[in-house]
């Protein structure tokens, strides 16, 4: 379980307690439809939040109580997100990298690095390294994970308000049974990315 952004190794030497490090992770990359939505959190070290880990590991409840943590411990935190016409547009990898640029430059503080979940880096100009399973290493990015499936999962039972008979409010765009069954029944609505294999 991840309790600090300490002593990570990067391209450029070592992180040390004092400088600003975000965290960075996205959420809905796997998804038929929806927006991939990319989370920042710039925690302080003095106000810790205990329990932090990949959103994927958590319960919706627990997800749900450490995002409201974050919200008043964090030194910062924000939110990016690409639309899924966005996403057919350039490929998922890039609209998942332009999510995260989003959300790093919507941080109220500038950070001085941040560390991004997986093995792609973004265009900003800032010292950063990409660390595969991050959410596991990182308690920065595994508290961005939270921010970023949080966020991602209210809007898509938002979503369902405005696009009945899905079922996004349960499966939040993911290929469920469920969810390609309704796309074989009523055909693809517009937040469906119709680049994706089992949308059309």
């Known amino acids: 379980m991840p309790e600090s952004d300490c002593l990570i190794n ?3 030497g070592i992180l040390r307690s004092g400088r600003i490090v975000a965290g960075v992770d996205e959420a809905g990359r796997g998804c038929l439809a929806g927006p991939v939505v990319a ?18 590991e958590l319960s919706e409840r627990k997800r749900n109580e450490l995002f409201e ?17 966005e996403i057919d547009r350039i490929n998922i ?8 640029e989003k959300a790093v430059l919507a941080l109220q503080k500038e950070p001085d690095c941040i560390l991004i979940d997986g093995n792609s880096k973004t265009s900003l100009p800032i010292e950063q390294k990409a660390i595969v399973k991050g959410d596991s290493k990182c308690a920065s990015i595994a508290a961005a994970s939270i921010v970023a499936k949080v966020t991602r999962d209210r ?5 369902e308000r405005e696009y ?22 009523l055909g693809p609505c517009p937040i469906h990315r119709k680049s994706f294999k089992g949308v059309l």
């Open 164 to 185: 009945p008979g899905y079922g996004f409010s349960r499966h939040k765009g993911y290929p469920t049974k469920e969810h390609l069954g309704a796309l074989r029944n």
């Open 93 to 100: 990898l890039q609209a998942a990298l332009l999510a995260m």
């Open 155 to 159: 809007i898509m039972t938002e979503i």
């Open 39 to 56: 989370g920042a959190v710039i925690l302080d070290e003095t106000r810790p939040i205990h329990g932090l880990r990949d959103s994927k």
């Open 10 to 12: 990067t391209e450029n």
């Open 69 to 85: 943590q974050i919200r008043e411990r964090a030194l910062a935190y924000s939110v990016g997100m690409t639309a899924a016409e």
